[in-house]
């Protein structure tokens, strides 16, 4: 780490920042919010190995980051409901921008650049309207606020884009909140979330609503393979709708189904998925469930649970060639390899909700 | 030898630990939920009763036995769980808050187009959940613009079916509890229980209910009235047009301290220091005299919401902190998150 820290400052000496890529900062494959020992917070780089490569200082807790498809340079969405987000410059840890929402507009805490890197979509919230907005941001120096459109629904919280396209999908979760209630649902008794997909000019392409069964299971969050399958994770408001399915898949143009789960290991969620993310070679899906405190596996193919790894308050899920990186609340950052046993190492942090991908080349 | 002992030591104390959630579980579902639940068939008979012998929205009789039945649904609101879940019950006899104006909307539509639905018990059942229950009552009773809806004879026929809605929906969550629910959470943990596979899920789901109370009456009862400083919104205090607001805080802190008491039993220490907190938050809400929030659009009034505000959110804290743990229940910083 020290030699990387010492790289990164001799480039700053030479005055060669600027061109600087992720490459400099040893290709952190993933970037992870988390609170620091001395309880500030913080997002930082890791590598596959589940190493921590930079630390860049964040105001408050985090939730989940998005990276630039080239620069190295990333934003780092608050907490929701969080009314700002931070463009951090990983090299140097310096601030270069904040994204301010707008008046009557909070983030959800995701957001996904466009293939060419030059715009950025974030999830909000027009909360006197109390419906789901795509906020579209210039990713340039400044990022200003380009406009924004409807989200298609309620809530709004992962938005993905589907590969080699521009295609956005967004998991309209459903819930309606206001930021005077906290993050009280407004909506229980009539909730209805949707998966929606949406083009960057905001037309909608598709829209799947779950069945009656679901229709209080909120989507969260979303993996997207390179064939655009598109993996939707839930969190279940009732008891019943837990009991019917969490994780589901859909791609465009056909009906969703839902991963098919031995009943006890579907209870073991608690109805909470926290993270999901495809093995890089997209056969494999994993979730983590932090109530439940374990991590899943399920076989992408035939679309069923396939086995469970233990781990107290996982949350964070990433993939890599080597394998699954699971980060927890503990501190401890879980390999789970390819074929072979998994092993931790323990960091004084507690990693918050998610891993995300520093340059997943499937998004490229 | 001593190995056979330790095991045994062992043995007999995870069944006493068992004992002791299954003694937890029968404590709550028959000290606090089957009495709540119970209370509140009861009171929504009354209530329906009552609108048969006078559906004129000013009878003291009528009005007295819709203070009653409303008062036992707020004692039991923080139970959302199992019967009341099953077919949407608790939303059709509380759809509160209403953020897009739902109820008022929904009972226009069937009094211009005095909609058959209003005769039809069975039918009415499958009426938007905005249209039932409680707060659509408050709308027919006591806001100007329904009081007095014209045709009368409808406006009468449709608060009828509401209260006779709200009693039959009542007695179908106790029939449930009685029937169905309480034997499932007392045997939690057993091999053909489906739903609550350990104690220890029955227990969570009973600390859940109390953290979903709490934060329910701090963001909602208090916080949707209270809005911001710069932008107060008295008009959405919960229950405002027959006077209720501050009343519901009031039922739920005591109610939220029935249910903590007899959670922390095994925790006397913590069980004191939370009832004390109780108690200051009951005091705090006694001495308001603001009943439906009013006054927060003034910075004093403000203030005083705002201090009672803060006195139920250090009992959720608390409840997060020191009983949820000495519950065994699981409040990790990712699982408590929620996003």
């Known amino acids: 780490m020290r030699t990387r820290r010492g790289v990164i400052a001799g480039f700053l000496a030479s005055g060669l920042l600027p061109r600087l890529g992720w490459a400099a900062l040893g290709n952190p494959t993933f970037l992870a919010a988390a609170q620091l020992p001395d309880d500030s917070y913080g997002l930082l780089g890791m590598d596959a190995d589940g190493q921590a490569l930079f630390t860049v200082p964040l105001p408050g807790r985090g939730h989940a980051a998005a990276a630039h498809p080239t620069r190295p340079e990333a934003v780092a969405f608050a907490r929701r409901p969080g009314d700002f987000a931070l463009i951090i410059e990983c090299t140097t840890g310096r601030q270069t921008a904040r994204l301010q929402a707008p008046a009557g507009r909070h983030f959800y805490g995701h957001g996904v650049f466009s293939s060419d890197g030059s715009r950025l979509f974030t999830t909000e919230n027009d909360y006197e309207a109390g419906r789901g907005v795509v906020g579209v941001w210039a990713a340039g120096e400044a990022y200003q606020r380009l406009g924004e459109f409807s989200s298609g629904g309620i809530g709004p919280h992962d938005i993905a884009r589907l590969p080699n396209s521009d295609t956005l999908v967004v998991a309209n979760g459903g819930l309606e909140t206001h930021p005077d209630s906290g993050r009280e649902k407004l909506n229980l008794a009539t909730m209805q979330p ?137 501190g401890r950052v879980t390999v789970m390899p390819n074929g072979r046993p998994s092993y931790h190492h323990s960091y004084p942090h507690r990693w918050d909700n998610h891993l995300i991908a520093a340059a997943p080349p499937s998004h490229g | 030898m001593q190995y056979f002992i330790i095991l045994f030591w062992l043995v007999v104390s995870v069944s006493a630990q068992a004992d002791g959630r299954t003694d937890l579980i029968r404590s709550v579902v028959d000290q606090h939920i089957l009495p709540g639940v119970a209370h509140l068939t009861v009171s929504s008979a009354d209530l329906a009763n009552a609108a048969q012998n006078s559906c004129d929205p000013h009878d003291p009789a009528l009005r007295r036995a819709y203070g009653g039945a409303f008062d036992a649904w707020i004692a039991v609101s923080h139970l959302r769980f199992g019967p009341f879940e099953t077919d949407n019950r608790g939303f059709a006899l509380a759809f509160w808050p209403d953020t897009r104006s739902k109820t008022p909307k929904a009972l226009s539509t069937l009094i211009r187009n005095v909609d058959p639905v209003a005769f039809d018990p069975v039918a009415y059942r499958d009426v938007s959940v905005a249209a039932r229950g409680f707060y659509a009552l408050e709308f027919l009773m006591y806001d100007s613009g329904f009081s007095g809806a014209a045709p009368e004879s409808y406006r009468c026929q449709l608060l009828r079916m509401i209260t006779a809605d709200l009693s039959a929906t009542s007695a179908a969550i106790l029939t449930d509890w009685q029937q169905l629910y309480r034997p499932l959470m007392l045997s939690a943990g057993a091999a053909d229980n489906r739903s609550y596979q350990t104690a220890d899920e029955a227990v969570q789901e009973l600390f859940k209910a109390l953290m979903t109370g709490l934060q329910f009456t701090t963001q909602a009862r208090l916080g949707r009235p209270m809005g911001t400083f710069e932008r107060p919104r008295a008009r959405r205090a919960e229950a405002r047009r027959s006077g209720r607001s501050l009343r519901h805080v009031q039922l739920s802190i005591a109610a939220l301290d029935d249910l903590a008491d007899l959670l922390a039993k095994q925790t006397p220490i913590l069980g004191k220091t939370l009832s004390k907190r109780f108690q200051r938050a009951a005091n705090l809400a006694r001495d308001l005299d603001d009943p439906v929030f009013a006054n927060v659009a003034l910075p004093q009034g403000r203030i005083r919401v705002e201090v009672l505000q803060q006195s139920i959110e250090i009992i959720a804290l608390l409840c997060r902190e020191e009983l949820g743990p000495a519950l065994g229940v699981v409040t990790g910083f990712n699982a408590m998150d929620g996003d």
Request: glycine content about 10%.
């Open chain 1, 194 to 330: 949707n998966l929606s997909y949406l083009s960057t000019q905001g037309v909608r392409l598709e829209q799947i609503e779950m069945p009656t069964a679901l229709r209080m299971n909120s989507i969260r969050h979303l993996a997207v393979r390179p064939d655009g399958l598109v993996a939707f994770a839930m969190q279940a408001q009732s008891r019943a709708g837990a009991a019917v399915g969490l994780i589901g898949f859909h791609q465009r143009g056909r009906p969703a189904e839902l991963a098919v789960y031995p009943r006890s290991e579907l209870v073991e969620l608690q109805g909470y998925i926290g993270s999901v993310a495809f093995s890089t070679d997209g056969t494999q899906l994993a979730l983590s469930s932090p109530r439940g405190g374990v991590v899943h596996y399920i076989d992408a193919e035939h679309k069923c649970y396939t086995r469970r790894i233990p781990n107290r308050d996982v949350c964070g899920i990433g993939a890599s060639a080597a394998g699954f990186l699971a980060t927890a609340g503990t």
